[in-house]
């Protein structure tokens, strides 16, 4: 198997997220472990676009984006939730990010959604 190398430091690395999220906090707690340098990008704080999150989608599909978890999504009646397709979800997601499944990592063009140590581990072997 040809593993895909490189220097962490040397690749921006972006965890995307909302910071008081549980989950965004054991990530970030990690990568500072590891020593990793990353920049965080907090949907709300800094912002997200329609253009992101269709690049998001387009490398994950928007089922795997959309967190089902949360309470926003729980919110929709069941008619709602039946009848969700992409451009609906993503509306939906550009208006509450707390709908976007976390963390989502970033480097170089490789996205890792959601987070283990084990899942992170592999993904910056």
């Known amino acids: 198997m040809i593993r895909e190398c490189y220097n962490v430091t040397q690749q921006p690395v972006t965890l995307y997220g909302i910071p008081n999220c549980d989950t965004i906090k054991k990530a970030r707690r990690y990568l500072d472990e590891q ?74 063009g490789r996205y890792l959604l959601g987070f283990s140590p084990a899942s992170y581990q592999q993904f910056f072997a």
């Open 35 to 108: 020593q990793i340098d990353y920049q965080f990008h907090d949907y709300r704080k800094d912002g997200l676009t329609l253009e992101m999150l269709t690049q998001f989608e387009q490398e994950l599909g928007w089922q795997a984006l959309l967190n089902k978890r949360g309470t926003t999504y729980r919110q929709l009646s069941d008619a709602q939730k039946q009848s969700l397709d992409r451009d609906q979800a993503l509306a939906l997601m550009l208006e509450y990010p707390a709908m976007i499944k976390r963390p989502l990592l970033v480097v170089q």
